[in-house]
């Protein structure tokens, strides 16, 4: 049988595909980290979905450290207007005027930390939700760098009012206490539906920490927070009219 041919075609492949494919346990491990970044860009389109209800990390996290949790999935429309005019007050007042990342509060953000100064989180919704969905929690810039293209491809493929649903079903609120309703119920013994405006101010101001910031155990530095957030919440009009209009 003629194999020159074939040796031919082999000496004509380029020497840096030849050391690839003469390692298959590297080309495993190249696709399944191709697989790895490509999968949560997948489950965004999935999560159009309303009767799809996602979880976070550090819910699955939980899960294997057999932890267990408290979320309870409820619709937008379940949950009080005046929480989401809180969160969005006290987390992203651009909410409904960006593409999923604050470019100028980025880039303020960016000219901060190469002063050494001490920065903000400069995280929007969008951003918060891709990290809570699909990446981890401690800081460092390839996070943020997997995150940015995470938040714009998330507010382009949602609707703002289905990242809002959620965002507000899969953040933190406390150990073990996730999305707005369990956390309701856990802080102030009412259904998300039913927070009222200081209650609502409480959670928002929460978020940021929530393992120490304790909404329903207020401190004083916490009360007062809640005080701006609330006043802001009062008058929000035109920024949550992509979710209420």
Request: glycine share 6%.
């Amino acid at each position: 049988m003629d194999i020159a041919p074939e040796r031919e075609d082999i000496a004509d492949m380029p020497a840096r595909r030849r050391w690839f494919e003469n390692r298959p346990v590297l080309k495993r491990i190249v696709l399944a980290l191709l697989a790895v970044l490509i999968l949560p860009y997948v489950l965004i389109f999935l999560y159009l979905l309303p009767f799809i209800h996602p979880v976070s990390t550090l819910m699955l996290r939980d899960l294997v450290l057999l932890r267990g949790y408290d979320r309870r999935w409820v619709s937008l429309d379940e949950i009080s207007p005046v929480l989401v005019q809180s969160v969005m007050m006290s987390e992203d007042g651009q909410y409904c005027f960006h593409g999923g990342v604050d470019w100028a509060e980025m880039r303020m953000l960016v000219e901060d930390t190469l002063k050494g100064q001490a920065t903000r989180g400069g995280s929007t919704i969008p951003m918060q939700t891709a990290k809570n969905l699909f990446l981890w929690n401690s800081r460092s810039f390839v996070r943020k760098a997997l995150e940015l293209p995470l938040a714009v491809t998330t507010d382009f493929v949602l609707s703002k009012r289905r990242l809002m649903e959620i965002y507000l079903n899969i953040a933190e609120w406390g150990p073990g206490v996730y999305g707005i309703e369990a956390a309701a119920h856990h802080h102030f013994k009412v259904p998300a539906s039913k927070l009222t405006r200081r209650q609502a101010s409480l959670l928002a101001v929460s978020l940021p920490n929530p393992i120490d910031r304790n909404a329903g155990k207020p401190g004083r530095g916490l009360r007062r927070l809640a005080g701006v957030i609330e006043r802001r919440a009062q008058g929000s009009g035109d920024y949550i009219k992509c979710i209420y209009e």
